[in-house]
């Protein structure tokens, strides 16, 4: 009898056992741009639920092959490549050879996309059927405690650029390590969205999470949450939707794009839109934070890895950039730039 942990036969009455090695799986295809064109050098990546398992790069051409770890069964493929939305595809359950992944190129700037999209959709009219699919996406998360922290393997890079490199990230430019945030600063920046909105004064406000972070950064007039990585939850949040109007629009892929905008009257807000998978999971989040002068058009971009199951219910960020104009300049920005490997949650 064959089986797949081995073959199983009986010699003179005695039953023996032959193990045989597991074989390794491959994941294989190519990388293209949305109207065909090969995407070089994109990095290519497996997820399980919440870490990174196997990495390489397309070829000049687009092609690519990762050779999973014996016994591994594919998980989620998260593709990237400078100038374009990355791209997440989950292959359990499907063919894993001869796969083709479009990336969607970015127009312009990201500063540009960001902000066009802000003055271009905000305000916006409140939708039920938009407000039905946000409450589905978030059936689909296990969130954490507001007041848990958490860690992550992180490739990082911190530096300031011009509006050219907005946006751009960079795998040779990012240094690897591990990062963590406690769950006081998560709860209180909770807080402070939800009673006060999306930007603090660094000069006037006393909130325990201002005056935390301006300790380590002097060359901005705002404080912001980090929707790109420690405060991501929020997304999904009570609070989000509460401060929101959100409006729906159908995609030709099958996906949704939702646009939320502040509440008439909030002194700070968060605008921007939510790429929305045909599963109701999360894909993507572009935002620009919107607050009174100076104006540091501020914003960001956070693409998720898909959930799995009951294994894979976090909210997993695997890419992100988020951007501010330095103070006093007028076209040079602090860019936080990173790509993630694990995540770990400290309840």
Partial sequence: MMGGWGDVSAVAGTLIVIALPLSAQTISGTILSTDGVPVPSALVVDWDAVGERVR???????????????????????????????????????????????????????????????????????????????????????????????????????????????????????????????????????????????????????????????MSDHFANWWYPSLDRWDVEHWLRDSFGARHELSLKADPDGSYTLTFCGRKGDAATVEGEMVIASDSTLRRVDWVFKTRGPDEKAGGEVAFVPVRGFDGRRLVPVSSVAWRLVAGQKNVYLQDAATYSNWWYKF
Avoid at 62 to 72: I, K, N, Q, T, V
Avoid at 157 to 174: A, F, I, K, Y
Wanted: glycine fraction near 8%.
């Fill in 56 to 214: 390489g790069a397309a070829s000049p051409t687009g092609h690519f092959s990762l050779d999973l770890p014996e016994g591994a069964e594919p998980g989620v493929l998260n593709v990237r490549a400078i100038g374009y939305y990355p791209e997440s595809v989950q292959l359990r359950g499907r063919p894993t050879i001869d796969l083709v992944v479009h990336l969607k190129p970015y127009a312009v700037s990201l500063p540009e996309v960001t902000a066009r999209l802000a003055e271009s959709v905000c305000p916006n009219r409140e939708s039920v059927p938009a407000r039905e699919l946000w409450e589905a996406v978030r059936g689909r998360y296990q969130l954490s405690p507001v007041d848990s922290g958490w860690t992550a393997e992180i490739r990082l890079s911190t530096e300031q650029v011009g509006p050219e490199q907005v946006g751009r990230l960079e795998e040779d430019r990012l240094a690897p390590g591990v990062q963590g945030v406690a769950g006081i600063y998560r709860a209180s920046a909770e807080a402070f969205m939800r009673d006060s909105g999306y930007a603090a004064s660094r000069d006037h406000s006393r909130a325990r999470v201002v005056v935390l972070s301006a």
